[in-house]
């Protein structure tokens, strides 16, 4: 099993900064890709940013220059820096990441983590 736990969110201020982490534990063979998935409510669930083992990172147009994925291979940890939050950014993010666990390949999500960013 995988556990993945999420840290760093909560309450901004529109146009401040916000860090989230999230640390994978448990019987972890290898990570591939780390990313972060946002759910505002009534929208489906999209994707913010991405990471591979590598560091090729991507992200989606709408926080291009704002937003930094970066990851801890040693720890296990994906992070997520945002600068100059919209209050339309206000959403339960989700880290997701995929590897390879004790039963085969994975792919985990997290439980979900609260930002909200206020005008």
């Known amino acids: 099993q995988v556990q993945l736990v999420e840290t760093g969110g909560g309450l901004v201020q529109a146009g401040g900064p916000l860090r989230l982490s999230c640390a994978a534990s448990?019987?972890?063979?290898?990570?591939?890709?780390m990313g972060w998935y946002r759910q505002a409510p009534g929208k489906q669930r999209e994707l913010v940013a991405t990471?591979?083992?590598?560091?090729?990172?991507s992200y989606t147009d709408s926080v291009k220059g704002r937003v930094t994925i970066s990851r801890d291979n040693a720890k296990n940890t994906v992070f997520l820096q945002m600068n100059s939050m919209k209050p339309e950014e206000t959403a339960v993010y989700y880290c997701?990441?995929?590897?390879?666990?004790?039963?085969?390949?994975?792919?985990?999500w997290g439980p979900g983590n609260q930002v909200t960013v206020s005008s």
């Open positions: 997701n990441v995929n590897g390879w666990g004790q039963l085969g390949p994975m792919v985990s």
């Open positions: 990471i591979t083992n590598v560091g090729s990172t």
């Open positions: 448990g019987r972890i063979f290898g990570i591939s890709t």
